[in-house]
């Protein structure tokens, strides 16, 4: 049976893809690990770990004792939080992204690592962005993104690793809360309006961007890893996409069900961030090389959001 190693399992993916996996491959055959510095922020059910992904032996130890196969290394800080510190962010997401490839290549291990909208910049289109265009990320999470990206193939191409992942949009969950990403506030809007409250918004209200619900970016990552890898030209960074929206459209389709919730826009520096990404994804390739298309659309989701965090807030 396929042993997997879930690094990152407390972040907002990890939260939600570990009770999936652990449908598929069953509760003792997902391993999920957290930060071993910090408790993690959710229950991890099953077997779990603390490692630092900065610590290649702590991850290698745990890579042996429980005889894995496969990692989903979803370790990483996010847009918002490397901007603050740059430093620690090139260290997490680069160095972790290389001591999880070194550990594949010495067990022959299978690896899904996602990439970013980040490692696109202002120089790429921003309407129906393609798979191969210009990149220039301007931030150091779309730097180590694009940087991981090559690295990543260098080591498929090298080393004949398998090594596998999509560029996410953002991501919106009712799992986990936001990790300081640039596209968080379309997970916060949902708690300020079920909380009655009004809601600050750092971007400007006719900021469109890409985006995707939880299920999907799940069901994006399991279907990569299942599909057959010769049918795969580039292995890592697929497209991936679901659909697009700003703030003000969010804010309407809340007002559907909530038709006293309040909005007002004071962008921060994360409007500058979120300029210099596309608006819409061309994901042709994926569609057409390993069959991905999206489960859910915009109102779905937000319908949905709703219904889930309604009843997370009155259990809490």
């Known amino acids: 049976?396929?042993?997997?190693?879930?690094?990152?399992?407390?972040?907002q993916i990890g939260t939600e893809l570990v009770p999936e996996l652990r449908k598929i491959y069953g509760r003792d055959n997902v391993i999920a690990c957290y930060y071993s510095k910090e408790p993690p922020r959710?229950?991890?059910?099953?077997?779990?770990?603390?490692?630092?992904?900065?610590d290649i032996k702590?991850?290698?130890?745990?890579?042996?004792?429980?005889?894995?196969?496969?990692?989903?290394?979803?370790a990483a800080i996010l847009s918002a939080a490397g901007e603050r510190n740059p430093q620690l962010a090139w260290r997490t997401n680069?160095?972790?992204?290389?001591?999880?490839?070194?550990?594949?290549?010495?067990?022959?291990?299978?690896?899904?690592?996602?990439?970013?909208?980040?490692?696109?910049?202002?120089?790429?289109?921003?309407?129906?962005?393609?798979?191969?265009?210009?990149?220039d990320p301007r931030t150091i999470?779309?730097?180590?993104?694009?940087?991981?990206?090559?690295?990543?193939?260098?080591?498929?191409?090298?080393?004949?690793?398998?090594?596998?992942?999509?560029?996410?949009?953002?991501?919106?969950?009712?799992?986990?809360?936001?990790g300081?990403?640039?596209?968080?506030?379309?997970?916060?809007?949902?708690?300020?309006?079920?909380?009655?409250?009004?809601?600050?918004?750092?971007?400007r209200e006719d900021t469109m961007l890409p985006m995707m619900y939880m299920p999907d970016a799940i069901k994006a990552a399991i279907q990569l890893m299942n599909a057959e890898r010769s049918k795969l030209t580039i292995l890592v960074g697929y497209n991936v996409a679901a659909f697009s929206f700003t703030p003000e459209q969010i804010a309407e389709e809340i007002r559907k069900h909530i038709p006293n919730f309040e909005i007002e826009?004071?962008?921060?520096?994360?409007?500058?961030?979120?300029?210099?990404?596309?608006r819409s994804l061309d994901d042709s390739l994926a569609r057409r090389e390993w069959g991905w298309k999206?489960?859910?659309?915009?109102?779905?989701?937000?319908?949905?959001?709703?219904?889930r965090l309604s009843r997370k807030l009155r259990s809490a």
């Open 265 to 278: 826009y004071k962008p921060d520096f994360r409007q500058k961030i979120a300029d210099s990404w596309p």
């Open 94 to 135: 680069m160095d972790g992204l290389y001591n999880v490839l070194e550990l594949a290549r010495e067990y022959k291990l299978r690896v899904f690592w996602p990439s970013s909208i980040a490692a696109f910049g202002p120089s790429a289109p921003r309407d129906n962005t393609p798979q191969v265009t210009v990149m």
């Open 42 to 54: 959710v229950p991890l059910e099953g077997p779990a770990e603390g490692v630092d992904v900065l």
């Open 180 to 203: 300081e990403g640039t596209t968080d506030y379309a997970v916060e809007i949902f708690y300020y309006a079920l909380e009655g409250k009004k809601y600050t918004c750092y971007l």
């Open 294 to 307: 999206p489960d859910w659309t915009f109102e779905a989701m937000v319908k949905d959001m709703l219904e």
């Open 1 to 11: 049976m396929t042993k997997i190693l879930v690094l990152g399992a407390a972040g």
């Open 58 to 74: 702590s991850v290698e130890e745990v890579i042996k004792k429980y005889d894995v196969d496969e990692i989903y290394h979803l």
């Open 141 to 178: 999470y779309g730097i180590s993104k694009y940087a991981g990206e090559l690295l990543a193939r260098y080591y498929a191409e090298k080393f004949d690793v398998d090594v596998r992942g999509v560029r996410y949009p953002g991501i919106i969950s009712s799992g986990a809360m936001p």
